[in-house]
Structure formats: structure tokens, C-alpha cells
Nanobody, 127 residues
Framework: QVQLVESGGGLVQPGGSLRLSCTAS????????VGWFRQAPGKEREAVLCYTRNDSNINYVRSVKGRFTASRDSDKKTVFLNMNALRPDDTDVYHCAADSTCQELLARVLAADFTSWGPGTQVAVSS
């Protein structure tokens, strides 16, 4: 699997924006679907959005539709999660992961025995 590092989180006021980055090392993301997930300590993992190999978005959370989108940079090494109109319930630790397709990615990451998480990046939305 390609190695990924998340960054870009922080504290933002309600209604603000953040751009998270998921950067690959050792390989490009050209042949991968990249998913964004969120998981707070002690809570279930949740799939937020998947960026497909043909540059489209699949949204898994109704509450972020129209506010969150994913995009990829031209060198195919970084996938971004563009977060707008942030709300307090968006507060969480955000992670990214990659696989051949979004379906395979979700099956792997949402499995009960999945443990291959890095630290992720913390997003806090508060006034």
C-alpha cells in the first residue's frame, strides 16, 4: 500500500473553511481511489468521501454534501479535502487511505479488524 500522511487540520470558527491534504510518499496516487474518513477517540470510523481514479467524488455523509469536496493536485501526489461552511459536528480526527477502488477501500477500512491508522489530522470547529 502507498504511504499517506494527512495534514491541514486546525481550529476554525463555525462557517469557516479548511483544506486537508493527503500526501503520498514513494508513489503517486494516479492509480488509486483515495478516501477521507473521520474517527474520534472511542467512536466508530465513518467514511466521509471518496475521490475516484477518474476524478469524481462519492459522498457518504449527507450532512457534508455541498460543503465538502475532494480534489487532486496536478502531480497526482496529493488529494485534498476541501471543507466549507464548517459546523461544530464536523469536529473530528480526519484520516485518508487509498486502494484500487472506493468499494475495496471502504470494505478494508471499515472492517472491524482494521488497525492501520496513522495519527490523522484534528479538525476542531468552535467559536
Amino acid at each position: 500500500q502507498v504511504q499517506l500522511v494527512e495534514s491541514g487540520g486546525g481550529l476554525v470558527q463555525p462557517g469557516g473553511s479548511l483544506r486537508l491534504s493527503c500526501t503520498a510518499s514513494g508513489d503517486t496516487l494516479h492509480y488509486y481511489a483515495v478516501g477521507w474518513f473521520r474517527q474520534a477517540p472511542g467512536k466508530e470510523r465513518e467514511a466521509v468521501l471518496c475521490y475516484t481514479r477518474n476524478d469524481s467524488n462519492i459522498n457518504y455523509v449527507r450532512s457534508v454534501k455541498g460543503r465538502f469536496t475532494a480534489s487532486r493536485d496536478s502531480d497526482k501526489k496529493t488529494v485534498f479535502l476541501n471543507m466549507n461552511a464548517l459546523r461544530p459536528d464536523d469536529t473530528d480526527v480526519y484520516h485518508c487511505a487509498a486502494d484500487s477502488t472506493c468499494q475495496e477501500l471502504l470494505a478494508r477500512v471499515l472492517a472491524a479488524d482494521f488497525t492501520s491508522w496513522g495519527p490523522g489530522t484534528q479538525v476542531a470547529v468552535s467559536s
